[in-house]
């Protein structure tokens, strides 16, 4: 709201200003109600330049249904004997008559070339008539006053919005302020009124113009110069229009008064002409030429509500501009035709209700089609009512009881049919349960999908067709290269989408990133994804404090706007995504692992046959040579056979003991009885290998508090962090920490040597190096917590916990 009420305030003034003239042209109507008038409304028409009934007279009322007027084809000439013109006191006249009896007044008429007389009775302008003649149009003024009201409240600057509230403004002050008093605009309110409508009537044609070149989208026609030349001559009519109106307040009837009236009401009803055309033209081309399915639904909507009120618009504008018009009476066989107008607002209405095209959806907006559809039940019950009393009793008045049944009973078969959560209104009404059921619709269609080369592009797939998106796309996350990576897509993309997305390093969001240019700020790394207004929102995928990955969704096709229903819609969604895809990940991460752990296995089916090859395989091979020789050397040589002889014990004890470690790396037996002697084996032969002196913290307790299975798990932890430290550290100094609280069981191995960073991890993991990534995959495997931190020259330390018990 602030950004409508800062730059563009004057639209709040203007919805304000609107609202005031409708109440004072109501309320001053009413005020005549208990005068005595004839039965009927007189206007003058500057293009035949007489006067004669106004159209919107109702055909029902009495007076003129016992004169036998023949209603709407004749001039009005005199009444009592006093020509009709604008100086003439109508009131006075039935005042007047009213006082007589019978209380009768002579209208003199021309029917063709004949003048003929008739007696009008006089009766006092009652609250029925009030509502006879002036429901239809406060029902539709109201109906476009709610409309820019609403979307006045929304928080945006765009030109559409601005345009379509002056132009509802413009359309409810010419319904509200039509008719402000029963006869002519004698009084001060009724002037100003007057002179208010006809300022706001020499505009709707040039707004209808403005509004049709910029809906749904601004269209390739839109040429400033040529609008601007347009509101002049709008501009012209209203200058002609108060022209006509004060020299006539001030002078009377002159033929320049005549003349100006008719200039600024030709301008006006040719503009008119003109606006609705040219929004009938714009909406048709947008229906047949336009590729997106979302402008062709909006158009379509707008180009039914405006064709179904082309026959009261007809019957108008024929009224204003030719004599054929006289003929021709706004009530159809009883029916108000001015209930007609109420289809352009409904319309507009269900616009912004399923298509959101100005944003938000207030619930108050169902008021509107609710109004239009009751008011023209209750006219078509009204007229349907009184044929069956003129066939039966010759004539009597409308039971409200029976209006008020079927109105209540035809507006509830609509609201019952189309209120469902599968109806038309069931976006608004069952929000919730559309949302829930979307989200369990993107569930069951995406569930038993683990393989992650697939998965983000039937997601996106699957994402597009529940929600009615235009496009989507899913990046996944790379621990690796810190950054997300595309996965899979869907829908039109005008543009390649970029391969890879880098936020910043602080970035910890896990909330819905709404990304709309010109409201809210884009982020940096987010902009490539803004091009032509591309995402609606982006999501990121989070589990825990781990990220997944990324999910950017376009515009809904029909142009339903995100609102806060779809976000949490949309939070559930993500929500299953991110579980999809981790799973997906840590199945994928199973089956390298697998792979992983079988290269490992060849690895060390390699290190064990060289290190036989190396010590008993050679042993083996030289022992029948040195036996051989010792065979010999006994009865030549005893002294030289028996130094053979024990040397060839040497290496036997050499490779038995070569034999025993191999065994005890495969399979530790110690372990059964305890954690401690196994360690303390494992550094013994870690310092005889590399010559450095281990520092090792080993308390009593935790010999023993650990089950066998997590002490296999915690010992080779430890024999791989030593192996590591052997062959890359270059230490001087390590320190090996065991201990045991809070349930707990925590280690520490420890080096001074020459470190790693992190490209130089992430090189070896690409290069095949299992050693980090096995001892996570261990100590997580029985629950518990593995961490490895290290720099480059300032060592490493590989430390976590077991769970006691595990």
């Not at 109702?58 to 604008?86: C, K, R, V």
């Not at 979307?151 to 945006?156: M, T, Y």
């Given at each position: 709201m602030s950004k409508t009420r800062g730059k563009h305030g004057w639209l709040t003034w203007l919805v304000g200003f609107t609202l005031l003239v409708g109440m004072i042209s109501a309320v001053n109507l009413l005020g005549d109600v208990g005068r005595p008038f004839a039965g009927y409304i007189?206007?003058?028409?500057?293009?035949?330049?007489?006067?004669?009934?106004?159209?919107?007279?109702?055909?029902?009322?009495?007076?003129?249904?016992?004169?036998?007027?023949?209603?709407?084809?004749?001039?009005?000439?005199?009444?009592?004997?006093?020509?009709?013109?604008?100086?003439?006191d109508q009131a006075a006249i039935f005042a007047e008559a009213y006082t007589q009896s019978p209380p009768f007044v002579t209208l003199a008429f021309r029917q063709g070339e004949a003048i003929s007389e008739k007696q009008v009775r006089i009766l006092p302008f009652t609250f029925a008539h009030f509502v006879d003649f002036r429901l239809a149009d406060l029902i539709s003024g109201f109906g476009f006053w709610l409309l820019a009201l609403i979307?006045?409240?929304?928080?945006?600057?765009?030109?559409?919005?601005?345009?379509?509230?002056?132009?509802?403004?413009?359309?409810?002050?010419?319904?509200?302020?039509?008719?402000?008093?029963?006869?002519?605009?004698?009084?001060?309110?009724?002037?100003?009124?007057?002179?208010?409508?006809?300022?706001?009537?020499?505009?709707?044609?040039?707004?209808?113009?403005?509004?049709?070149?910029?809906?749904?989208?601004?269209?390739?026609?839109?040429?400033?110069?040529?609008?601007?030349?347009?509101?002049?001559?709008?501009?012209?009519?209203?200058?002609?229009?108060?022209?006509?109106?004060?020299?006539?307040?001030?002078?009377?009837?002159?033929?320049?008064?005549?003349?100006?009236?008719?200039?600024?009401?030709?301008?006006?009803?040719?503009?008119?002409?003109?606006?609705?055309?040219?929004?009938?033209?714009?909406?048709?081309?947008?229906?047949?030429?336009?590729?997106?399915?979302?402008?062709?639904?909006?158009?379509?909507?707008?180009?039914?509500?405006?064709?179904?009120?082309?026959?009261?618009?007809?019957?108008?504008?024929?009224?204003?501009?030719?004599?054929?018009?006289?003929?021709?009476?706004?009530?159809?066989?009883?029916?108000?035709?001015?209930?007609?107008?109420?289809?352009?607002?409904?319309?507009?209405?269900?616009?912004?209700?399923?298509?959101?095209?100005?944003?938000?959806?207030?619930?108050?907006?169902?008021?509107?089609p609710i109004l239009a559809l009751g008011g023209a039940v209750a006219s078509l019950g009204t007229a349907v009512w009184r044929q069956s009393l003129s066939q039966v009793a010759g004539s009597g008045r409308i039971p409200p009881l029976l209006i008020a049944f079927v109105m209540t009973l035809l507006v509830s078969l609509v609201w019952v049919t189309q209120s469902s959560w599968r109806g038309y209104f069931g976006r608004v009404l069952h929000w919730r349960r559309r949302g829930d059921d979307a989200a369990k619709r993107f569930g069951q269609r995406v569930i038993g999908q683990t393989d992650l080369a697939k998965l983000p592009g039937v997601m996106a797939a699957v994402l597009v067709a529940?929600?009615?998106?235009?496009?989507?796309?899913?990046?996944?996350?790379?621990?690796?290269?810190?950054?997300?990576?595309?996965?899979?897509?869907?829908?039109?993309?005008?543009?390649?989408?970029?391969?890879?997305?880098?936020?910043?390093?602080?970035?910890?969001?896990?909330?819905?990133?709404?990304?709309?240019?010109?409201?809210?700020?884009?982020?940096?790394?987010?902009?490539?994804?803004?091009?032509?207004?591309?995402?609606?929102?982006?999501?990121?995928?989070?589990?825990?404090?781990?990220?997944?990955?990324?999910?950017?969704?376009?515009?809904?096709?029909?142009?339903?706007?995100?609102?806060?229903?779809?976000?949490?819609?949309?939070?559930?969604?993500?929500?299953?995504?991110?579980?999809?895809?981790?799973?997906?990940?840590?199945?994928?991460?199973?089956?390298?692992?697998?792979?992983?752990?079988?290269?490992?296995?060849?690895?060390?089916?390699?290190?064990?046959?060289?290190?036989?090859?190396?010590?008993?395989?050679?042993?083996?091979?030289?022992?029948?040579?040195?036996?051989?020789?010792?065979?010999?050397?006994?009865?030549?040589?005893?002294?030289?056979?028996?130094?053979?002889?024990?040397?060839c014990v040497v290496n036997t004890e050499k490779a038995a003991h070569t034999v025993r470690e191999i065994r005890a790396n495969l399979a530790p037996s110690q372990l059964e009885n305890g954690l401690r002697q196994p360690v303390l084996s494992l550094i013994e032969q870690f310092e005889y290998r590399i010559g450095v002196k281990v520092a090792l913290a080993l308390p009593p307790e935790v010999d023993t508090c650990l089950p066998l299975e997590p002490r296999h798990m915690l010992y080779r932890v430890l024999q791989q962090a030593l192996e590591n430290i052997a062959l890359h550290a270059h230490a001087t100094h390590v320190q090996v920490t065991l201990g045991c609280a809070d349930g707990r069981v925590t280690f520490a191995v420890q080096d001074d040597g020459r470190g790693c960073s992190e490209q130089q991890r992430r090189q070896a993991q690409a290069e095949g190096s299992f050693g980090l990534r096995s001892m996570s995959a261990r100590i997580e495997s029985v629950n518990g917590q593995f961490t490895f931190q290290s720099a480059p020259q300032q060592g490493t330390l590989v430390q976590g916990w077991l769970p006691v018990g595990c």
């Open positions: 007189t206007f003058y028409n500057p293009i035949t330049w007489h006067w004669q009934f106004d159209n919107s007279t109702p055909t029902w009322w009495s007076s003129i249904a016992e004169a036998g007027l023949p209603h709407e084809t004749f001039e009005l000439l005199q009444i009592n004997g006093q020509d009709y013109n604008f100086q003439v979307v006045l409240r929304i928080p945006s600057s765009q030109p559409l919005n601005r345009v379509f509230i002056v132009t509802c403004s413009a359309a409810s002050i010419n319904r509200w302020a039509l008719y402000p008093s029963l006869f002519l605009h004698t009084d001060f309110v009724s002037r100003t009124i007057d002179l208010c409508n006809l300022c706001f009537l020499s505009l709707i044609g040039v707004l209808l113009v403005h509004f049709a070149l910029l809906f749904p989208n601004r269209s390739r026609f839109y040429h400033r110069f040529a609008l601007y030349t347009l509101y002049f001559i709008s501009a012209l009519s209203l200058v002609a229009y108060s022209s006509s109106r004060l020299l006539l307040w001030s002078g009377g009837q002159t033929d320049l008064v005549t003349t100006l009236d008719r200039i600024g009401h030709d301008i006006a009803y040719r503009m008119t002409i003109i606006g609705v055309l040219a929004l009938l033209a714009r909406l048709t081309g947008v229906l047949l030429f336009q590729s997106s399915k979302r402008s062709r639904r909006q158009a379509a909507v707008m180009l039914v509500s405006i064709v179904a009120m082309l026959p009261f618009m007809g019957i108008v504008w024929l009224s204003g501009l030719t004599s054929i018009g006289r003929r021709y009476n706004l009530f159809w066989q009883g029916v108000d035709l001015r209930f007609l107008t109420l289809m352009v607002p409904t319309g507009a209405a269900l616009v912004i209700l399923r298509y959101q095209t100005f944003r938000r959806t207030p619930p108050i907006l169902l008021l509107i529940e929600l009615e998106l235009e496009r989507t796309a899913v990046w996944l996350w790379h621990n690796e290269t810190e950054s997300w990576q595309l996965a899979g897509q869907a829908g039109q993309w005008a543009r390649p989408l970029p391969q890879q997305l880098a936020p910043p390093d602080l970035l910890r969001t896990k909330a819905i990133i709404r990304v709309h240019k010109g409201e809210t700020a884009v982020p940096l790394w987010l902009q490539p994804l803004t091009t032509a207004d591309a995402i609606e929102l982006v999501a990121p995928l989070w589990v825990g404090e781990a990220r997944v990955g990324l999910l950017a969704l376009g515009k809904r096709w029909d142009e339903e706007i995100m609102d806060e229903r779809d976000l949490e819609t949309i939070e559930l969604i993500t929500q299953q995504a991110a579980l999809f895809l981790l799973t997906a990940v840590q199945v994928q991460q199973l089956q390298q692992s697998q792979r992983l752990v079988a290269t490992a296995q060849e690895r060390e089916r390699f290190k064990i046959a060289q290190e036989l090859h190396d010590t008993v395989q050679q042993f083996l091979g030289h022992l029948p040579f040195y036996l051989d020789l010792s065979r010999q050397a006994i009865l030549t040589n005893p002294e030289r056979a028996g130094q053979l002889l024990e040397q």
